[in-house]
């Protein structure tokens, strides 16, 4: 037997004693005994719970492993008790089944090659808080730090994947950072062969459904793919679509889509080269928009970018095109264009980006709207920022129910995945005005930091025009107005974000308002807003104010306070721009410090309360005329009898001064200390005002003042030092003036019986000194002959008073 028969009988030989061995391994081996290990490495490493159903291994003719029944918990919480039981920790991830089988001779050449990749029902939770905390970071972070290796003989490992095959995946995502809640599901994935340069079709069937945001969507694609690893050292990864057909359809709020497209002739992705690759880019999506009431409208947009080829610093590309349009009632359309792309990997830009807009309303009161929107744009893929600089926008807007509007404005803005910036100026109507700031989206809430500033910003030349009278239509509580409707107040809007807004304007014009020099900054905190300062000019005086808003947890809960105090104020211009009244002239000063809540406005009125005071000069009472009033006393003291007359807009009573304060509580005001003064008469009084009913109770406590010669006439001399009440009742449109001449009619009839004997009597001791009664006045006697006169002409009269009235 020669040497190399012996040694190929040996060899046979010892091949058959493997053979054998491992056929026993197989017949004996029970890969489920050593679960166990597992599930204590998973315990001890990550405090996690670790379930297997059952395990199988076969390993010839390849190396095969089948799981089934899969679980594995969220990392276990302490028990809160040393004696209490720990609670069961909340599963993280269940699969049914898998298999993943590799060929023994190709591993033995240091290449992985997989017949196949099975996965099916696999399911799992993925939570992340506000802080970036995840139910992930245990397990992505590693036991131990990883130890270079090196493959042997210095050669890489080479994948080579069979197949994949995936059904029923889905993930439960919570991410309070990225603010997104739902459920993704992949229905079926399948693909070829996979291995390093060689193209494998692809096809998988996906869908998705959110809570926040609300969204729906279902995709389907078709494509090939190839993907190359590169080598252990230097790992990359290349990304390679053909001709892929991606059909999908959404669902976000009012928007649906159904049946759109996304088509690419070439994709070429290695980011460690930074390396992007685009032919022949074609989006187009068609859809509707529905509206609550109304047919749905038809949507379609179309996207084309024929190339672009980005190598490192190097960017090249044709410009993109697409355009847009809506149907319907409210019917859109549009065009977006650009010029040649520039740029590099990291810093993409795309000039003279443009956009063409057009909407339109159909009705009576139909609408037009046409402008175009140009921008450089600079987009920081790696960063997710993008830049819009030399922003122009330009519009115009036509309503026969507006006024027509036209808005020019240039700038620039830029946004980051938390953040929006902008600086802008421009004209509105012809009005100028310029405004920077920034929106903060990271926190629990929006954050909005703004300014604005107009030279002139006239409201009425913006907003729709309003019927003639409508400012004062409302007004009345006995006339139709007051039969409407409560109107609702609902102040929850103001949770929805935290600012800080700063406004300033030379003039603002709100018909019938005119504010000048205004300057405001406005606080929002969790639904807490403050006005403060607010400063102003206006009704010819200045006005320092601060208001506070409170939303409430409830519509019931709100509150608003109310801080201002207005200088050398035209107190008819205020009430005739606040409250439509033509009460009072004068010009002077107003307190006030009010609070006040509710959910609607009714309550806002029912819940007022706090003070209020005003002090006036040189002003009148419109509505009646007291001098003319007390004129026609001679038939007032005849009657004997009250009169009650309506307030009539063009008589007034003149005062010098007037002050008054209010105290304020649930709606009532109440005042104690009404004080006017005039060279005719004071006045003093107290009552009541209503603002709920909207109606008044006050009554007026009138003097005629010591002297009245020029003003009154001799008629009046019978109410001089007397007291004349005046009580004002009655709705704010039509208040009556009560006079209560009976309270005063035998005061007065003194009065005059007084005046009558002292003239006589004077008279009859001028007779007695040598003097007619009317050279009395004219003669000049001698100043102790005068006094002498007048002394017992006195002394005459107080004797005849006291016998007549019994004194």
């Given at each position: 037997m020669t040497l190399t028969r012996k040694l190929l009988l040996a060899l046979a030989a010892l091949l058959l004693v493997l053979v054998a061995a491992l056929a026993w391994l197989v017949a004996t081996f029970d890969a489920n005994r050593y679960k166990g290990v597992a599930v204590d490495w998973m315990l001890a490493h990550h405090q996690r719970t670790l379930a297997i159903g059952d395990v199988q291994l076969r390993v010839f003719p390849?190396?095969?492993?089948?799981?089934?029944?899969?679980?594995?918990?969220?990392?276990?919480?302490?028990?809160?008790?040393?004696?209490?039981?720990?609670?069961?920790?909340?599963?993280?991830?269940?699969?049914?089944?898998?298999?993943?089988?590799?060929?023994?001779?190709?591993?033995?050449?240091?290449?992985l090659v997989v017949d196949e990749v099975q996965a099916q029902g696999l399911s799992m939770r993925y939570a992340r808080d506000a802080q970036g905390r995840s139910n992930l970071d245990d397990l992505l972070r590693p036991a131990a730090p990883p130890q270079p290796a090196e493959p042997p003989g210095g050669r890489a490992l080479r994948f080579d994947i069979g197949a994949i095959r995936l059904e029923q995946v889905s993930v439960d995502l919570d991410d309070r950072q990225a603010r997104l809640r739902g459920q993704a599901r992949l229905e079926r994935l399948t693909t070829g062969r996979l291995a390093p340069g060689q193209p494998t079709p692809v096809n998988l069937v996906a869908q998705a459904q959110f809570s926040e945001p609300a969204v729906q969507a279902q995709v389907e694609a078709a494509m090939r793919l190839r993907l190359?690893?590169?080598?252990?050292?230097?790992?990359?990864?290349?990304?390679?679509?053909?001709?892929?057909?991606?059909?999908?359809?959404?669902?976000?709020?009012?928007?649906?889509?159904?049946?759109?497209?996304?088509?690419?002739?070439?994709?070429?992705?290695?980011?460690?080269?930074?390396?992007?690759?685009?032919?022949q880019l074609a989006v187009q999506l068609q859809g509707a928009l529905h509206s609550p009431g109304q047919a749905p409208q038809p949507l379609k947009l179309a996207l084309n970018w024929p190339n672009l080829a980005v190598q490192g610093q190097q960017l090249q590309g044709s410009p993109l095109n697409g355009s847009f349009s809506l149907q319907g009632p409210a019917a859109l359309e549009g065009t977006l264009s650009s010029g040649a792309p520039s740029g590099s990997f990291e810093a993409l830009q795309v000039p003279a980006l443009q956009l063409a807009l057009g909407a339109a309303t159909q009705g009576a009161g139909a609408s037009r709207v046409r402008g175009t929107v140009r921008a450089d744009l600079t987009a920081r893929l790696p960063a997710s920022e993008f830049t819009l600089a030399h922003l122009a926008i330009d519009a115009t807007v036509q309503n026969p129910a507006l006024q027509p509007l036209k808005v020019s404005a240039r700038g620039q803005v830029s946004a980051a995945p938390t953040r929006v910036q902008w600086q802008l100026g421009g004209q509105m109507n012809a009005q100028a005005f310029d405004t920077d700031g920034q929106l903060a989206v990271g926190g629990p809430r929006p954050r909005l930091q703004a300014q604005a500033r107009f030279g002139e910003l006239d409201l009425d030349a913006l907003l729709p025009p309003r019927p003639a009278g409508s400012a004062s239509s409302s007004a009345g509580a006995g006339g139709p107005a007051a039969a409407t409707a409560d109107t609702p107040?609902?102040?929850?809007?103001?949770?929805?974000?935290?600012?800080q807004v700063k406004l300033q304007a030379g003039t603002l014009r709100y018909r019938p308002y005119v504010l000048k020099d205004l300057s405001a900054t406005a606080e929002l905190d969790n639904g807490r807003l403050q006005i403060a300062p607010l400063r102003l000019r206006t009704w010819d005086g200045t006005l320092d104010a601060r208001v506070t808003?409170?939303?409430?947890?409830?519509?019931?809960?709100?509150?608003?306070?109310?801080?201002?105090?207005?200088?050398?104020?035209?107190?008819?211009?205020?009430?005739?721009?606040?409250?439509?009244?033509?009460?009072?002239?004068?010009?002077?000063?107003?307190?006030?410090?009010?609070?006040?809540?509710?959910?609607?406005?009714?309550?806002?009125?029912?819940?007022?309360?706090?003070?209020?005071?005003?002090?006036?000069?040189?002003?009148?009472?419109?509505?009646?005329?007291?001098?003319?009033?007390?004129?026609?006393?001679?038939?007032?003291?005849?009657?004997?009898?009250?009169?009650?007359?309506a307030a009539q807009r063009s008589e007034?009573?003149?005062?010098?001064?007037?002050?008054?304060?209010?105290?304020?509580?649930?709606?009532?005001?109440?005042?104690?200390?009404?004080?006017?003064?005039?060279?005719?008469?004071?006045?003093?009084?107290?009552?009541?005002?209503?603002?709920?009913?909207?109606?008044?109770?006050?009554?007026?406590?009138?003097?005629?003042?010591?002297?009245?010669?020029?003003?009154?006439?001799a008629e009046l001399d019978a109410l001089k030092g007397l007291t004349v009440p005046v009580r004002l009742t009655g709705p704010f449109d039509a208040p009556a003036w009560h006079i209560r001449w009976s309270e005063v009619a035998v005061g007065a009839a003194g009065n005059l019986v007084k005046d009558q004997l002292q003239q006589k009597l004077e008279a009859k001791a001028a007779d007695k000194l040598g003097l007619r009664a009317s050279d009395a006045a004219s003669t000049p006697l001698k100043a102790q002959v005068r006094e002498a006169a007048k002394d017992r002409a006195r002394e005459a009269v107080k004797e005849r008073l006291k016998g007549l009235l019994g004194h």
């Open positions: 390849r190396l095969q492993v089948e799981l089934r029944d899969v679980s594995l918990s969220e990392v276990m919480p302490p028990p809160q008790q040393p004696q209490q039981p720990q609670q069961p920790p909340q599963r993280f991830a269940t699969l049914a089944s898998a298999r993943l089988a590799v060929q023994w001779l190709p591993l033995l050449r240091q290449q190359d690893f590169g080598d252990a050292a230097q790992p990359t990864l290349q990304v390679l679509a053909e001709a892929p057909v991606i059909t999908f359809s959404l669902r976000a709020g009012a928007l649906q889509l159904q049946d759109s497209r996304l088509g690419l002739q070439r994709f070429d992705f290695q980011p460690a080269s930074q390396r992007l690759t685009l032919d107040i609902d102040l929850s809007g103001l949770r929805a974000l935290d600012a808003t409170h939303a409430g947890a409830a519509p019931a809960q709100q509150r608003v306070t109310v801080q201002a105090a207005a200088q050398d104020i035209l107190i008819q211009a205020l009430l005739q721009d606040v409250a439509q009244k033509d009460l009072l002239e004068g010009r002077g000063r107003l307190t006030l410090d009010l609070a006040t809540g509710g959910a609607s406005v009714d309550a806002f009125k029912r819940a007022l309360d706090g003070s209020a005071a005003l002090q006036l000069r040189d002003g009148a009472i419109k509505g009646i005329n007291l001098a003319q009033r007390l004129r026609e006393v001679k038939a007032a003291l005849s009657r004997k009898q009250d009169a009650v007359e007034k009573t003149d005062f010098s001064e007037l002050s008054a304060s209010f105290q304020i509580h649930d709606g009532v005001a109440e005042n104690r200390d009404l004080s006017l003064k005039s060279p005719f008469l004071r006045l003093g009084g107290e009552g009541r005002i209503d603002l709920p009913g909207s109606r008044l109770d006050y009554t007026a406590r009138t003097t005629l003042a010591s002297t009245s010669k020029g003003q009154g006439g």
